[in-house]
């Protein structure tokens, strides 16, 4: 076997089970989310008039696409294309930083170096196995658009346009890795290409031009500048026009080009860009072992944040335009019910679906920090401290802290920009105290997904960063979006998000937010006592 297919050889094998997990999981994301439009929206009466009221509200389109007319399969592109390449875009940018940056950083490249596969076949495989991946990405998610009922070209279609906006994160996690030292940078960069390739895609949505029937919109010029927008531009199931792809398709062959001339010049470990140089002296906050903790997890819990805080805005602010379409349109209510379980009214619905993302983002920084306490753990950061008089137990307990606190910090700047959206709405005083409840029942929840974190770290430290990831992001899926899917209710009972308290629909029953926050407290609590037993394990 040569040197290029062992080494493709064992990134699938390193990989079966995340790829697995994304590729499965997004396809059948795509087939549970076209049954509910089914569902929800059958009738051609209600879509057109869900499709006048995204037009007349611009900012809706944001979050969704470009409407191209009623038939199923344009209506299920125009509200599930953009969710769809957002995850595949992020799969493809963790895969390649994955296989590069941190091969380096952990010193594994260097060894793969001074054998027979020398510098550039590690990246060739890389790229194989990237463009692999994601061509089953998009294979699956047509298989999944045809098991329902959708026609064949249109779905191939709509699998192309996912596949290869997906090749250009690709190429982009490649060329990020070699622009930074660390693979967190690199993480960090991409994820926010990706996510501003999906804005950039949505204000050339916003800002488009509608029809005269309101039922089309053609995309204003920042949608050509996004890997996204022209996966929209190939029209799935109406214009069914490959064409547009090829410029993201010659975006990523340029990039890998770039990236294979700057990785044969450049020393093994060293990036394009230099790192920060480190301050001469430390400041008060770095004198103890729990303001290192903080000091490690601020620009975490920025990030996480400036999320929390945009979502937070959306939920008052546009409150009243949702209440107008649902008066228009009852299904889009009804919708908003399913989604929490209540008989709410619009605004009180709309509020707790909102807040439920929100207490996602402030769950995934919260895993965030306890993902962190075992990066320092790996890279023998953690030993130095632990070198002095603090003890194994003290420390994470430290890192238990921090944790807490971020997630009181992200859902306290949610509650804030909701109070101050709530201006737009038809009466702000009785959203202020819905605001602040919805916020608040987000805790419990939150804090499971910490303990659980650190529960994982203290018996399984290597499986951490994977089993916290999949965690979160299986029990978001089922709790966030089970009840609209109609998923069984006991896989929706599975995910803690599905017992957060909504304070909507009269009384709210707190009885699940406090079973959960005793969850979270017993388990953060073994955990720390753990450590007492447990020897460091670095590496992995």
Do not use: K
Not at 285 to 302: E, K, P, Q
């Amino acid at each position: 076997m040569t040197p290029f297919l062992v080494l493709l050889r064992q990134r699938i094998r390193r990989d079966r089970l995340q790829l697995a997990l994304w590729i499965l999981g997004t396809a059948l994301l795509a087939y549970a989310s076209v049954s509910a439009v089914y569902d929800t929206y059958g009738e051609e009466q209600d879509r057109r008039e869900i499709l006048g009221v995204a037009i007349a509200t611009r900012t809706i389109l944001i979050f969704r696409g470009t409407p191209n007319g009623i038939s199923d399969g344009a209506f299920a592109f125009f509200l599930l294309f953009a969710w769809l390449a957002l995850m595949g875009g992020l799969m493809s940018t963790f895969l390649a930083v994955r296989h590069t940056r941190q091969e380096e950083e952990q010193g594994r490249a260097e060894s793969i170096a001074a054998t027979p596969a020398g510098r550039i076949r590690p990246t060739t495989a890389t790229v194989v196995h990237g463009v692999l991946a994601n061509v089953v990405l998009g294979l699956f998610i047509a298989l999944a658009l045809m098991a329902n009922g959708l026609e064949p070209v249109g779905s191939f279609v709509w699998g192309a346009a996912i596949a290869v906006s997906g090749f250009a994160f690709l190429a982009f996690g490649l060329f990020a890795a070699q622009l930074f030292r660390t693979s967190r940078g690199a993480n960090g960069i991409s994820v926010a290409f990706v996510l501003v390739a999906y804005l950039l895609r949505g204000i050339g949505d916003a800002a488009g031009t509608p029809s005269e029937d309101l039922l089309h919109v053609t995309p204003a010029w920042p949608s050509w500048l996004s890997p996204m927008g022209y996966g929209q531009f190939t029209g799935a199931y109406v214009e069914n026009d490959l064409t547009p792809l090829l410029i993201p398709l010659a975006f990523a062959a340029v990039l890998i080009g770039v990236v294979y001339g700057l990785q044969s010049v450049r020393d093994q470990g060293a990036s394009l860009l230099a790192g920060r140089a480190g301050r001469a002296t430390a400041g008060p906050v770095l004198s103890s072992s729990f303001g290192l903790a903080w000091r490690l997890n601020t620009s975490i819990l920025l990030s996480w944040t400036a999320g929390a805080v945009a979502t937070g805005l959306l939920a008052t602010s546009l409150s009243s335009v949702i209440n107008q379409a649902a008066t228009d349109t009852p299904a889009v209510l009804e919708t908003l019910r399913r989604a929490i379980g209540s008989d709410a009214s619009i605004e009180e619905a709309f509020v707790a679906v909102f807040y439920g993302i929100v207490g996602v983002l402030a769950a995934c920084c919260a895993v965030q920090v306890g993902i962190r306490a075992r990066q320092e753990e790996a890279h023998g950061t953690a030993e130095l401290i632990l070198g002095t008089p603090v003890p194994r137990v003290r420390w994470l307990l430290e890192y238990w802290i921090v944790g807490t606190i971020v997630i009181v910090i992200v859902l306290a700047a949610a509650a804030l920009a909701g109070i101050a959206g709530a201006g737009a709405a038809s009466d702000p005083e009785s959203l202020v105290p819905n605001v602040l409840e919805a916020a608040a029942a987000q805790l419990p929840a939150c804090l499971v997904f910490l303990g659980l974190t650190l529960l994982v770290f203290a018996f399984l430290p290597r499986a951490t960063i994977s089993v916290g990831w999949i965690t979160v992001g299986v029990a978001a899926i089922l709790g966030t979006f089970g009840p609209i899917l109609q998923f069984p209710e006991w896989a929706v009972d599975l995910s803690p998000f599905a017992h957060s308290p909504v304070p909507a629909g009269g009384e709210t029953d707190w009885s699940g937010g406090i079973w959960m926050l005793a969850i979270g407290l017993a388990a953060g609590a073994v955990a720390v006592l753990a450590m007492r037993r447990r020897e460091l394990a670095s590496g992995g």
